[in-house]
């Protein structure tokens, strides 16, 4: 089935450091791949998602790049902020309106 | 953009009894909502899809006559956990599409069950 591994964490990193995060997926056919947010005590958030080989998706200064040759959607920033720190969800859907599979999660931890 | 609430967002039970957790889209019409499950520090895990009008699809390993799915209307669907055990205590987090065909999700906050 389809499936999701993203870089086990914990990450720290200093404010203003280059974050990279990455994200390799298994799927048939062409799935939409998503990264999502979760802040302490919140629920998820989109944070940027493609739809398609070669779409970059960006948000707040996070992007990532669907690249299809070599199944990856790697989450890049390339100054984190400590507002930044939260657990990071690669995702992706076959289609529209099935669930989401989830990678394992890569928690951030930005120290001043 | 589009909100999706759950209710409540918190809960401690003794083990033993039954809790139902509300997930309702607030400002739009979900056919299909998605549970899943996310015990500290692990990702989330697909428990089941809720459908309006029809009975939920169960994940494999998932107990259908302990977590009980209801989608009763187009703006609810309800999880009811039927005697709560320590084990089940976990995060519990509702989601979804806005839109049938699009594959974008709105999350609920999640509500976190505690289980003594």
């Known amino acids: 089935g389809d499936s999701v591994t993203q870089m086990e964490g914990p990450v720290t990193l200093s404010e203003e450091a280059f974050l990279t995060i990455n994200c390799t997926y298994t799927?048939?056919?062409?799935?939409?791949l998503f990264w999502y947010v979760q802040y302490p005590g919140e629920g998820l958030q989109l944070l940027l998602k493609a739809t398609k080989a070669d779409d970059k998706g960006s948000n707040k200064g996070f992007e990532a790049t669907y690249r299809k040759e070599t199944t990856s959607f790697h989450l890049e920033k390339g100054s984190v902020q400590v507002s930044d720190s939260a657990v990071y969800f690669c995702?992706?859907?076959?289609?529209?309106?099935?669930?989401?599979?989830f990678g394992k999660g890569t928690r951030l931890s930005v120290i001043a | 953009g589009a909100v999706v609430s759950q209710h409540p967002s918190w809960v401690i039970c003794k083990s033993g009894t039954s809790v139902k957790i509300e997930c309702r889209s607030l400002d739009f019409q979900a056919t299909t909502m998605f549970w899943y499950r996310q015990f500290p520090k692990q990702s989330l895990m697909l428990m089941a899809t809720s459908n309006e009008g029809s009975k939920a699809t169960y994940e494999q390993g998932v107990e259908k006559d302990k977590f009980l799915i209801n989608h009763a209307s187009l703006t609810l669907s309800t999880l009811t956990v039927t005697s709560a055990h320590p084990e089940d205590s976990s995060f519990y987090i509702c989601?979804?599409?806005?839109?049938?065909?699009?594959?974008?999700?709105?999350f609920g906050p999640g509500t976190r069950l505690t289980v003594l």
């Open positions: 799927a048939t056919g062409y799935p939409s």
């Open positions: 989601s979804a599409p806005v839109l049938a065909g699009v594959d974008e999700q709105f």
């Open positions: 995702a992706l859907t076959p289609s529209g309106n099935t669930p989401l599979v």
